[in-house]
């Protein structure tokens, strides 16, 4: 049921009062009007507290600064007269005695007559009293065909035509975003270069970092890295490559559903969160980074507030590449985490959203410490896949040295023993080798030379693994996922041998 099926289904319900919560006030009154223009009978009244009643046929400015006087005018009107009454934040005054005894004096008599009470405000405040006369509605952010409906009527405007396939990533860009947004960014990039273009894109999602920065919950993170910058790990990026294009309108056409989301567990620094921001540029989609902790609150119920609003941003902002980096630190051993169960509870809501979500939210969890994950976590159903990122082996050394090289010396790859370097380190991880490689530079750079193969051996020599330091953790991941519980995120089947 679309909003304005289920609001025209309230009215003609004689439903008194509605509480609309939305940041998009001047299209909720759009919305509103061609509603009250379908049931045929309705006059529609706007009032707020600067200006009163506006266009009000019994006298202008009617309740100017007055919010009581606002309900009077409502009262007073005849049985007769059928209106739809929208009260601009209205939820400001809610606290006030007189104001909630008037509500709930109006709401005995809307009951009976053909006229209904709409509070818009940017979020949502109902004291325990009017919670029982108040029926709360969410207005969704333009849907896909919204935002197309608003290019194109953009473009036909301009004498201008695209491709479907850009149209359709101009509007997968821009969902999530409010339309007052989405015109602002549409004339931005016209005032720019007179014309839409591919490289627009990019400004959409620019406003999307913008709208997240304000949350204070969710970081938008920037994703340069792409599939080719991981060294190995082919199943996963095989994966990864043919679910490329699964978020189109071409995959919902042929049936495919969305795809929900990895969990990536392994050994420290072997490649988990770069993954996860390779994928959201390959699938050209905003990065969203939840830090975990700021989900938790010192005031009772605010933990789970923050944890819904997460999800309603997430969702908003959809499709996109949903970030938990280090799961296991969040909701690992919850029993002794001594919080009166607050954690337990921000965790049931998350996993519930993880079983239950139908938005293009593709989740990306990563953990170190699978012994500590809740077992729930771990089932089908949550995830699509569960991948173990284990410590390379020799091929897949030589391919990560042949990156970090490319990247830091694309001219010179040839005087570097490539096979020498992965052969003399067992046992490293990717961001282990990724660091011997910058402790070469500074030893080739204090010398005024460039830094050789040996450079990087010595740097080695003096580096002791993570495999080594923590061999029994890594052991126990190591046959966790060779008894089955994940699938080998790299196409050699057998674990290199911790030295």
């Known amino acids: 049921m679309t909003f304005s099926e289920e609001f025209e289904l309230l009215l003609r319900a004689c439903y008194p009062l509605l509480y609309i919560p939305t940041q998009e006030e001047e299209r909720l009154e759009m919305a509103i009007a061609s509603s ?14 600067v200006e009163g009643y506006q266009g009000n046929p019994n006298g202008a400015n009617v309740g100017r600064r007055n919010p009581l006087q606002a309900l009077e005018f409502i009262e007073k009107l005849p049985a007769s007269s059928n209106g739809i009454f929208v009260l601009r934040d209205f939820n400001r005054f809610l606290d006030d005695v007189s104001i909630s005894r008037k509500l709930r004096n109006l709401a005995r008599r809307l009951k009976a007559e053909a006229k209904n009470l709409v509070i818009v405000a940017p979020q949502i405040y109902i004291p325990n009293e009017l919670a029982e006369i108040i029926t709360v509605m969410d207005f969704p952010l333009p849907s896909s065909a919204e935002i197309q409906g608003e290019i194109e009527r953009l473009l036909t405007g301009l004498g201008q035509k695209v491709e479907s396939s850009l149209r359709d990533e101009w509007s997968r860009a821009a969902q999530g975003l409010s339309m007052e947004r989405i015109r602002r960014v549409l004339a931005r990039c016209l005032a720019d270069h007179g014309q839409l273009g591919a490289d627009d894109v990019e400004l959409m999602l620019e406003e999307k970092r913008q709208s997240i920065r304000q949350t204070q919950i969710l970081d938008f993170y920037p994703a340069s890295e792409r599939i080719s910058d991981i060294g190995g790990l082919d199943n996963l990026k095989d994966w990864l490559l043919r679910r490329g294009g699964a978020f189109s309108e ?11 989301g990895l969990l990536l567990a392994g050994i420290q620094g072997t490649g988990k969160s770069l993954t996860a921001k390779a994928i959201a540029h390959h699938w050209h989609l905003p990065l969203l980074r939840l830090d975990v902790g700021r989900l938790f609150g010192g005031l009772v119920g605010e933990s789970e507030a923050r944890t819904r609003q997460m999800i309603n941003l997430a969702e ?3 499709p996109c590449v949903f970030w938990i980096d ?11 985490h001594g919080d009166g169960g607050t954690t337990s509870r921000v965790f049931g809501a998350f996993i519930t959203w993880l079983a239950e979500k139908t938005s293009p939210v593709f989740v990306v969890a990563t953990a170190n410490n699978v012994q500590s994950l809740p077992p729930e976590l771990l089932r089908k ?5 569960i991948f173990f990122v284990g410590l390379p082996n020799k091929t897949e050394r030589e391919a990560i040295f042949s990156v970090h090289l490319n990247r830091l010396r694309p001219h010179k790859m040839a005087d570097y023993d490539i096979h020498r370097l992965a ?27 460039e830094f050789t193969t040996d450079d990087i051996l010595s740097a080695a020599s003096q580096v002791v693994p993570l495999a080594r330091t923590a061999k029994e953790q890594i052991q126990f991941l190591q046959e966790w996922a060779a008894a089955g519980k994940a699938r080998l995120a790299s196409r050699d089947s057998g674990f290199p041998a911790i030295s």
Do not use: C
Not at 37 to 46: A, E, F, H, I, K
């Open 423 to 449: 052969y003399e380190t067992p046992d490293f991880s990717g961001a282990e080798i990724e660091q011997i490689l910058v402790e070469a530079m500074h030893i080739g750079f204090s010398q005024n030379r």
């Open 381 to 385: 159903g949550r995830f699509d896949e």
């Open 316 to 318: 908003a902002l959809a």
């Open 250 to 260: 071409q995959a919902r056409r042929y049936g495919l559903p969305y795809p929900r």
């Open 36 to 49: 009250a223009q379908r049931l045929g009978n309705r006059s529609v009244y706007y009032w707020d507290f």
């Open 326 to 336: 280090e799961i296991d630190k969040a909701f690992g051993s919850m029993d002794s």
